[in-house]
């Protein structure tokens, strides 16, 4: 499972309320992703991160920030939840720059929002 | 903006039969492309290519890339319900913090019928 963990694995939470999800890995890896995945989707990226405090936006950002303040940790937060947020969210991590191999995921979180 | 477009989007086939998945891409800095399958949790990792016309292959998968028409196969001979999945494909970027960096497809839901 290359060391990753996710957690909370399933939350319901209600519209508005503040959400926070826990990414952590424990090898080490500068590169951290987090994607949502939606019937007919795919998976989308929403916020990446290269290292300690440097982060970046992917193609479905709105709604969401991002957070890494160590190494092993990449937290999301949805400020306000909304309905549209209900998804399966995944973490994922590659190797270190110039080293081309797979992209290792967690298990993902299945978050609700009613 | 990275593209990547899969088709057909579902497939329904019995088992024996063979099957082909197509991905077409476009990616300004173009790394590597993966093949992934999932089976109600994280994608698991199948195949990357990196150089066109060169098969990879793992039992009854195949897959292949074509640089030049900006596209993948993905075959599997022989079908078993054991390989009803979603058949994701994505392509990592290369260029300086989007680096590692992956962009899916929609998917194709492929259903083994026995």
């Known amino acids: 499972d290359a060391g990753i963990t996710q957690s909370p694995r399933h939350k319901v939470t209600e519209t508005g309320t503040p959400v926070t999800l826990r990414c952590h890995q424990t090898?080490?890896?500068?590169?951290m992703y987090w994607y949502r995945q939606d019937p007919g989707h795919g998976l989308r990226l929403i916020h990446y991160s290269y290292g300690v405090k440097d982060t970046d936006k992917g193609e479905v950002s709105d709604g969401y920030s991002v957070s890494r303040s160590k190494t092993e940790d990449f937290l999301l937060t949805l400020e306000s939840a909304t309905s549209s947020q209900t998804s399966v969210y995944f973490c994922?991590?590659?190797?270190?720059?110039?080293?081309?191999?797979?992209?290792?995921f967690g298990q993902g979180t299945r978050l609700t929002v009613v | 903006e990275d593209k990547v477009v899969q088709s057909p989007l579902s497939l329904v086939v019995h088992e024996g039969d063979t099957v082909t998945l197509n991905c077409s891409y476009e990616?300004?800095?173009?790394?590597?492309l993966l093949w992934y399958k999932q089976e109600k949790k994280a994608p698991t990792f199948l195949f990357m290519l990196?150089?066109?016309?060169i098969e990879k292959k793992s039992g009854r998968l195949s897959s292949i890339l074509d640089k030049k028409e900006l596209f993948s196969i993905l075959n599997i001979t022989a079908t078993q319900t054991g390989d009803s999945a979603v058949y994701l494909c994505?392509?990592?970027?290369?260029?300086?913090?989007?680096?590692?960096?992956?962009?899916f497809g929609q998917g194709t839901i492929l259903t083994v019928h026995p």
């Open positions: 990196t150089s066109s016309g």
């Open positions: 990616v300004t800095n173009f790394r590597s």
């Open positions: 090898e080490n890896h500068r590169y």
């Open positions: 994922a991590i590659t190797p270190r720059q110039g080293s081309n191999t797979e992209a290792f």
């Open positions: 994505a392509v990592r970027n290369a260029g300086g913090t989007s680096y590692g960096k992956l962009t």
